[in-house]
């Protein structure tokens, strides 16, 4: 599977963006899809993910109860809603895909920018 992300941009502090994970190539619905984020000089870390269904999120602590994730499997999208953002959420962000046999994210975007100023 292909993905694609998109929606990054410069906003400032307790803005929001909505970043968006587009799909192609085999069946979306049957991957579970997380984003991750890399700041400069960080290590990549783990921001969200959904289940095939959408039944299922998991967020990181340090952005429970302001980003959602969210799919829409007929539009092979995945959306990751970011409020109240702060400057350290400043960071490259990634979509990836794992099929439900693999504990490990096999495919990967190219990475969306976001910075958030102060």
């Known amino acids: 599977v292909q993905l694609q992300a998109s929606g990054g941009g410069l906003v400032q502090a307790g803005g929001s963006l909505r970043l968006s994970c587009a799909a192609s190539?085999?069946?979306?619905?049957?991957?579970?899809i997380g984003w991750f984020r890399q700041a400069p000089g960080k290590e990549r870390e783990f921001v969200a993910s959904?289940?095939?269904?959408?039944?299922?999120?998991s967020y990181a602590d340090s952005v429970k109860g302001r980003f959602t994730i969210s799919r829409d499997n007929a539009k092979n999208t995945v959306y990751l809603q970011m409020n109240s953002l702060k400057t350290e959420d400043t960071a490259v962000y990634y979509c990836?895909?794992?099929?439900?046999?693999?504990?490990?994210?096999?495919?990967w975007g190219q990475g969306t920018l976001v910075t958030v100023s102060s």
């Open positions: 990836a895909a794992r099929s439900l046999s693999n504990a490990k994210y096999e495919y």
């Open positions: 959904l289940s095939v269904s959408g039944g299922t999120t």
């Open positions: 190539g085999r069946t979306f619905s049957n991957y579970r």
